[in-house]
């Protein structure tokens, strides 16, 4: 399989269908932060049809041991993931959790090297809150859309400032960008 084309086709059927997956530009941003972290146990709050999923996996996928949980609670989003992760021969790594994951998250008994959330922007104070005891110390936290929804993420600008939690903002998109936090 050539994973390139593999990707375009997923992201190509997914812009037709209104699908809000991550760019390539920062899916390729991303990867480079697995790498050089040598990241081999991911969390993603939200999978949607599993864009951003199979874009790790193909990072992670040849090291011996990785392994990625993902949740999301739309079922159609997440019957048509699993079936996009067999086509990518990724899904025997992955976890798939059709959940919701305010709900979820506090169960999981894991720590995680990489947590990625993307979506709920209202919520995202509390996902970084509620995902702070699964990351793994070094751990990166990264928050999507932070720019573009800024105004609805007042709240997660507030709760990183009172706690002098220390985070950059990485404008990666011409219009949009990332929240990283090292824990
Ligand atoms: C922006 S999309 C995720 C895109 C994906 N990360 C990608 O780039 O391919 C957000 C997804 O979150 C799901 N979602 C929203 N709130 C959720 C919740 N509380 N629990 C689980 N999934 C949720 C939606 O159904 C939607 O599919």
Do not use: Q
């Not at 699993?82 to 720590?111: H, Q, R, T």
């Amino acid at each position: 399989m050539n994973e390139k084309n593999f990707l375009e086709e997923l992201k190509n059927h997914w812009i037709k269908n209104d699908i809000p997956n991550i760019t390539f530009t920062n899916a390729n941003f991303l990867r480079d932060l697995l790498k050089i972290k040598k990241v081999k146990k991911i969390l993603e709050i939200w999978t949607a049809n599993g864009f951003s999923t199979i874009n790790f996996a193909f990072e992670l996928k040849n090291m011996w041991w990785w392994n990625i949980t993902t949740i999301e609670f739309s079922p159609k989003s997440y019957w048509d993931a699993l079936n996009n992760f067999k086509e990518a021969w990724v899904i025997d790594y992955i976890n798939p959790l059709l959940w919701n994951a305010l709900d979820i998250i506090p169960l999981l008994k894991d720590k995680y090297d990489f947590v990625f959330i993307d979506g709920m922007k209202k919520r995202s104070k509390d996902f970084l809150e509620l995902v702070w005891n699964k990351t793994k110390i070094w751990g990166i936290i990264i928050i999507d859309d932070v720019i573009k929804f800024k105004h609805k993420m007042l709240s997660l600008y507030d709760y990183v400032e009172e706690n002098n939690i220390k985070y950059n903002i990485i404008p990666i998109d011409e219009d949009d960008g990332i929240m990283m936090i090292i824990k």
